[in-house]
T-cell receptor, first 115, second 114 residues
Framework: AQTVTQSQPEMSVQEAETVTLSCTYD???????LFWYKQPPSRQMILVIR??????QNATENRFSVNFQKAAKSFSLKISDSQLGDAAMYFC????????????FGAGTRLFVKA | SQTIHQWPATLVQPVGSPLSLECTVE??????LYWYRQAAGRGLQLLFY??????ISSEVPQNLSASRPQDRQFILSSKKLLLSDSGFYLC?????????????FGSGTRLTIV
């Protein structure tokens, strides 16, 4: 069974600086999708970025980018020019491209942004 | 545009009481619908998903059930709540046949069993 591990329960970053959140996953599949979701204190979870496993190019969405290392099964999220509004819980998630409807989430990393 | 509504936002229920949480989606048709539970300090646990009216798949055996009486309505129920049912419940939807693009989540229900 697939698993998703986020080894950093909490991280903090100074405003305007860069922070990287780690995520590793375990799977025997070759075709899958990876996601980062953000859950701010208001609780509504939103999709931040998505990566297709068969694409070597790392996904980028404005200040958010990923470092996808397929062989290492690593999928880290980099937030550049951190803003106070980036403070949230961040979840890494895995979705098989072929195996059913289940998206597997990691335990999350709480990010604090210091002014 | 598509929106997802989930209610109530908070709920305090005594042990043994029934439960009904509702989720509706607007602006789309034939969505995939999901119920997740988030326990403190943990990730999201998939409880149920549905790919159509009356079609419910359960991921975790427990005293909860789900129903989909209409295309864009998803209901989470229980006949008798347990203390262990406390948690944060999230409804989510995704586009049918494009589920791989990720989910849109509702704002969640904080359920406390006393």
């Amino acid at each position: 069974a697939q698993t998703v591990t986020q080894s950093q329960p909490e991280m903090s970053v100074q405003e305007a600086e860069t922070v990287t959140l780690s995520c590793t996953y375990d799977t025997s599949e070759s075709d899958y999708y990876l996601f980062w979701y953000k859950q701010p204190p208001s609780r509504q979870m939103i999709l931040v970025i998505r990566q297709e496993a068969y694409k070597q190019q790392n996904a980028t969405e404005n200040r958010f980018s990923v470092n996808f290392q397929k062989a290492a099964k690593s999928f880290s999220l980099k937030i550049s020019d951190s803003q106070l509004g980036d403070a949230a819980m961040y979840f890494c998630a895995y979705r098989s491209a072929t195996g059913g409807f289940k998206t597997i989430f990691g335990a999350g990393t709480r990010l604090f942004v210091k002014a | 545009s598509q929106t997802i509504h989930q209610w109530p936002a908070t709920l305090v229920q005594p042990v043994g009481s029934p439960l009904s949480l509702e989720c509706t989606v607007e602006g789309t048709s034939n969505p995939n619908l999901y119920w997740y539970r988030q326990a403190a300090g943990r990730g999201l646990q998939l409880l149920f998903y549905s790919v159509g009216i009356g079609q419910i798949s359960s991921e975790v055996p427990q005293n909860l059930s789900a129903s989909r009486p209409q295309d864009r309505q998803f209901i989470l129920s229980s006949k008798k709540l347990l203390l262990s049912d406390s948690g944060f419940y999230l409804c989510a939807w995704s586009v049918r046949r494009a589920d791989l693009y990720g989910y849109t989540f509702g704002s969640g229900t904080r359920l406390t069993i006393v």
